[in-house]
């Protein structure tokens, strides 16, 4: 019987599954690297951005502190990053990547190929494909 609550027929689903199975393609890469797909998405936002509040970081991530300061820690306690007090107010933290946290960034630089390979599709289509998640994530949003 056909019904609109078949499992295939959700886009949560759909999602949920294919936002595993890419993940699972990241571990080993990023395991070589010391850190987990979090950790490389906070790494990723301080790569492009530079020194960042905690603030602006949880923003970009779409993270909450209390998610985002155990993954900060780590970081830190793998001498990748800095917390530091923002001079310009003492109530905001600054993350600050140390020297070894931007030399990784020149091991990391094959991560993007390796994945975009490792889907099998085209550029031009996982590039669509971002768009097109993007556009849903702001849409769904702004109805919250």
Known sequence: MDSDLDLDKQVCFALYSASRSLTALY????????????QYLVMLVLWERGDTSVKRLGEALRLDSGTLSPLLKRLEAAGLVSRLRDPADERSVVIALTPAGRELKGKASSIPRAISKATGMPARELVKLRDTLNELTATVSSEG
């Not at 080993?28 to 850190?35: A, D």
């Open 27 to 38: 571990r080993p890469l990023l395991e070589r690297l010391g850190l987990t797909y979090p």
